[in-house]
């Protein structure tokens, strides 16, 4: 029990405290409260304050799907001796942090859909959405061709390329839903995610710095669009999303519980709704209801007006960062074994960038909105005045934080629907037939 509530309250508030440091430090923020959240728990995770697992309850994990072994499966595993009291402390660790992250990703799915105004963010410019459009097809290509490369090399491949649709398109809140859904393996998911940050952070130099010289060789230069005259309210609406002070205050904070209890009460509707489906497609069933009741919700004015839901649920993201990074074992992410995952991830970065470049080409989109959704769908949101203002372009700001804001939208569907297509695609003949040629 001490365990329990010792463990509960370190992966609440630790996450406060590293939101607490990036609001009194500019360098600290620009890292981001996720991103910390990351580091410390691999950190924690690999230092020894958890007990060592056996090589025998390593092999029973794995045939659990990575789940906390049940109890009477545990204790007769260690009444044979299979197993240590270790093992049975760290069962214990893994059952807590299982829950944790259920309730947090569960609950923050709906906390941030609460927020879009899609109606708004649907009536963009044609251009951009044009570029949208363009960036999916080029991700999709990407990651077809990137399965068919290394698929056959890479555990839980179609999950691997679920998720990376989910961080193209949505950052971190859609590849964590993403990857509750397909129930990914945790040193999967960090080993994804860590690749992710490694080689996005080599892109967003990029197109900070000569992107924009380098796409006027082959796209138009930036042309003036007709602006919605909703955009301004649009820009309004993100200038907060890092700041989370506003939940300290007590009248919003009344209406945060009540959007909290909402929230709640979605994810025990999309539970009830699971369970009418088979074992195996639950969890997805389970998400997808949520983000399409979370969306439906976002309609009612009552429930989109209430400030700092965004910030609340990624506050839970952070939450469920912090106890999914203390799962992951560091002394096999680093492993030959992995380098694959580290070229499927290139190619979903780089590739669909080069593919969404000769779209562009081909269908006349300038190069200043092709840089500016590269960022929002790769970065989410918060990072499109950084680059508008690296390329010396107010104009497509609006434009680059409605396009991310959809990504946040569409992502997990898209993200879902692909890791299932590619499951499909591998259990077909089709692989095989391709590469006779």
């Not at 259920?102 to 044009?130: C, H, Q, T, W």
């Not at 989410?380 to 991310?404: H, L, T, Y």
């Not at 879902?416 to 006779?436: A, D, N, R």
Request: proline letters at 3%.
């Amino acid at each position: 029990m001490l365990i329990t509530i010792a463990l509960i309250i370190a992966y609440l508030l630790i996450p406060v405290f590293l939101i607490y440091l990036t609001h009194i430090s500019d360098k600290i923020r620009k890292v981001g409260a996720v991103v910390l959240a990351y580091a410390l728990g691999l950190l924690w995770g690999n230092i020894g304050i958890f007990p060592k697992a056996s090589e025998n309850y390593k092999r029973m994990k794995v045939l659990a799907e990575g789940n906390p072994l049940q109890e009477d499966q545990l204790m007769d595993a260690f009444h044979n001796g299979m197993i240590t009291t270790g093992d049975i402390a760290l069962n214990q660790i893994g059952g807590i942090q299982a829950n944790i992250m259920n309730v947090a990703i569960g609950v923050a799915i709906p906390l941030i859909l609460f927020s879009l105004d899609l109606r708004k963010y649907m009536s963009l410019a044609r251009e951009a959405m044009k570029s949208l459009l363009l960036a999916m097809i080029s991700l999709f290509a990407a990651i077809f061709i990137g399965f068919f490369l290394w698929g056959d090399s890479i555990a839980e491949a179609n999950k691997v390329g679920g998720m990376l649709v989910g961080v193209y398109t949505g950052g971190t809140p859609n590849l964590a839903a993403i990857g509750t859904a397909l129930n990914v393996n945790s040193n999967t998911y960090i080993i994804t995610h860590t690749y992710d940050v490694v080689l996005g952070t080599v892109c967003l130099v990029f197109l900070m710095t000569i992107a924009q010289s380098v796409f006027n060789l082959f796209l138009p230069h930036f042309r003036d669009v007709k602006r919605h005259k909703a955009i301004c309210a649009i820009a309004r609406e993100t200038e907060g999303v890092d700041n989370y002070l506003g939940m300290l205050n007590k009248k919003a904070a009344i209406k945060l519980v009540w959007a909290f209890m909402l929230a709640s009460a979605i994810v025990g509707i999309s539970f009830g709704v699971s369970t009418l489906v088979g074992k195996e497609s639950q969890m997805a069933v389970l998400i997808l209801t949520m983000s399409t009741l979370g969306l439906a919700f976002s309609f009612v004015p009552a429930i989109s007006k209430i400030e700092n839901t965004f910030q609340l649920g990624m506050y839970l993201i952070i939450v469920f960062s912090l106890v999914i990074a203390s799962q992951a074992d560091l002394s096999g992410i680093f492993k030959k074994e992995y380098l694959n995952i580290f070229y499927f991830v290139a190619m979903a970065v780089f590739g669909s960038m080069f593919i969404h470049i000769i779209l562009s080409k081909i269908f006349g989109v300038d190069s200043d909105t092709t840089i500016i959704t590269i960022t929002a769908l790769t970065y989410s949101p918060p990072f499109v005045p950084a680059v508008a203002a690296a390329i010396r372009n107010k104009d497509v700001i609006v434009s680059g934080i409605a396009v991310g804001l959809l990504g946040y939208a569409f992502g997990t569907y898209a993200g879902i629907g692909m890791g299932e297509l590619l499951e499909i695609f591998q259990k077909s003949s089709i692989p095989e037939f391709l590469k006779s040629w």
